[in-house]
């Protein structure tokens, strides 16, 4: 059975997007609602628990959380980054160990990542992973915009275990590795300390590694290798974009509903303006369809386009809305001014906007 978001949760994710934007922390409680509904197991094979959703099925899901919940949505698009991630290159230990957990919620992941310097192709990253003589990691260094910092249970690590020659990468270098640490590892640090313009309930913040010892069987992929499991992601056709589709869908609602309740609808040129807005929103919707249903001779490079329209279209939208929306679209923590920032951020998350247009560029010279 495919997990549904379901009216209840709809309006329970509704109430806490205001909720968290207002006091700029995560709404707990929600996402206790969100762990308990089952969509968690969204991108977990079924053979270990999960529902066995593809890329499109994972698009299709975020979408109808960020339709009501962009923070709550960018949580749950890592939750399913990861899934994807351990399903993909995880051990069979790993996989029986985690994945029915990831599948019933009762494991939220993240991925962290980025880190101040490393430069949005996480190329040169300060944190460290080195290995003792017992066999066990140690991992040293300071993460930023992790998503689902301190709500998460499992991280997914990025760190620099080698030396950087090596294969060259567009994203991700040669000498990083991935690893997998549980929330519960006294050398794992998340501080909510980043007041963000937008995504204010996605707990994005700094995560600290301080000697943080990972045993090697909790090591995701290969060792140095990190950059493979980087560029598989874009190929199941998953994409941040299908956050942008769903902020465009409730930006658009609000406009109808606004232009409804003033009797504006009367207006041809209000009418027109609507019209054009759909009409973007649906060609947001078919890239992140297309992405996500692989049928592109290139699923990758599909990928990447859809994030880029979705998320570049998805802020322009939200701007016209706050304009049609006259003076009551000017309210600092407006649904309308909430939208357009969290719209914002989907073009500076993993991969940028402008790493986005690097690769597809890069296409052409490979
Ligand atoms: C709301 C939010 C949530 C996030 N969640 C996570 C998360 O869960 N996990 C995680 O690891 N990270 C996360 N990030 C970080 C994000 O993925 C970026 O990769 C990271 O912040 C890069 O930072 P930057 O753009 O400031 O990098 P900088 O390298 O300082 O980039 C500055 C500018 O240059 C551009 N640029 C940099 N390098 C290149 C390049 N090689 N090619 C083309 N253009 C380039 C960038 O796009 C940007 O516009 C999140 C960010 C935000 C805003």
Redesign the pocket.
Known sequence: MKPELGPELATRLRESAEKAAAAGEPDREALSVLRASGLLATAVPRAHGGAGGDGAEVNRVVCEIAAVNPSAA?IAF?HFAVSARIAEWGTEAQKLRVLPRLADGSLLA?????ENGA???KQNLASTGVRGPGGDWVLNGAKT????AAVADLYLVLVRTGAEAGPQSAYGAAGQTFFLVGADNPGLVPDLGLD?AG?RG?A?GLVALDGCVVPDEDRLGPEGNAASVIAGVRETGATLGAVSAGIAQAAFDLALTHARSRGLLELGAVRHRLVALATRLESVRATVERAGARTAADPGLATLHSKLHAAAAAEEICLDVARMLGSAGYVAGSAADRLLADAR?VG???P????C??LVAMSWTA
């Open positions: 960018i890592q993240a991925s962290s990542w980025s430069g949005a192709a915009f992790t998503t689902g963000l995504m996605s994005t951020a500076l998350m993993g940028t906007n402008d790493l247009r690097e």
